[in-house]
T-cell receptor
Framework: AQSVTQLDSQVPVFEEAPVELRCNYS??????LFWYVQYPNQGLQLLLK??????LVKGINGFEAEFNKSQTSFHLRKPSVHISDTAEYFC???????????FGTGTRLKVLA | NAGVMQNPRHLVRRRGQEARLRCSPM?????VYWYRQLPEEGLKFMVY????????ESGMPKERFSAEFPKEGPSILRIQQVVRGDSAAYFC???????????FGPGTRLLVL
């Protein structure tokens, strides 16, 4: 079975500052990893995903994440955030072939002016 | 290509009534997934369906909940005799066959009075 931990429930950061949202997972098998963003009262939008290949993954809106197998982590980063990045961010994992996502509890990013 | 459609977006029911949530997957997607998001929590997998088949319902409560994805028409998540604890956002996602990435709809927010 897989599990996902997002240790930071809330992250406040000033506009134009860098941000890192942490995601750690546990699994006895290889995994696929995803980051989704949820704006208030909306659905989830895919930011980026790691399926295989290069461990540095670039996504939309200037976000990137690095898959670190030894640390079992998939942290999300952005070098300079905007007010519009204020949202909730979810990390998810799935085992190949299961098609079932396991989500973390989310990190609420609040960008301050 | 329209995204995943869900309706209604908001649904209010009194305890004991039935709730029917509809999901139309993206064009070309034959796999549908339902997730539930309780207040202040992450998404929890409920069920995975393909046309006319339930593939994995390990996340569905044993009673009162059912899901279907008929040959024609949308997928339906049905909750009978709703209770206050069923109040949540219910998200549908879809994917093409043999692909890992799921695309989420805007959700249905169910409120049980």
């Amino acid at each position: 079975a897989q599990s996902v931990t997002q240790l930071d429930s809330q992250v406040p950061v000033f506009e134009e500052a860098p941000v890192e949202l942490r995601c750690n997972y546990s699994s006895s098998v290889s995994v696929y990893l995803f980051w989704y963003v949820q704006y208030p009262n909306q659905g989830l939008q895919l930011l980026l995903k790691y399926l295989s290949g290069s461990t540095l993954v670039k996504g939309i809106n200037g976000f990137e994440a690095e898959f670190n197998k030894s640390q079992t982590s998939f942290h999300l980063r952005k070098p300079s955030v905007h007010i519009s990045d204020t949202a909730e961010y979810f990390c998810a994992v799935s085992a190949p072939g299961t098609y079932k996502y396991i989500f973390g509890t989310g990190t609420r990013l609040k960008v301050l002016a | 290509n329209a995204g995943v459609m869900q309706n209604p977006r908001h649904l209010v029911r009194r305890r004991g009534q039935e709730a029917r949530l509809r999901c139309s997957p993206m064009k070309g997607h034959s796999h549908v997934y339902w997730y539930r998001q309780l207040p202040e929590e992450g998404l929890k997998f409920m069920v995975y369906l393909q046309k006319e088949n339930i593939i994995d319902e390990s996340g569905m409560p044993k009673e009162r909940f059912s899901a279907e994805f008929p040959k024609e028409g949308p997928s339906i998540l049905r909750i009978q005799q709703v209770v206050r604890g069923d109040s949540a956002a219910y998200f549908c996602a879809s994917s093409p066959p043999e692909q890992e990435t799921q695309y989420f709809g805007p959700g249905t927010r169910l409120l049980v009075l």
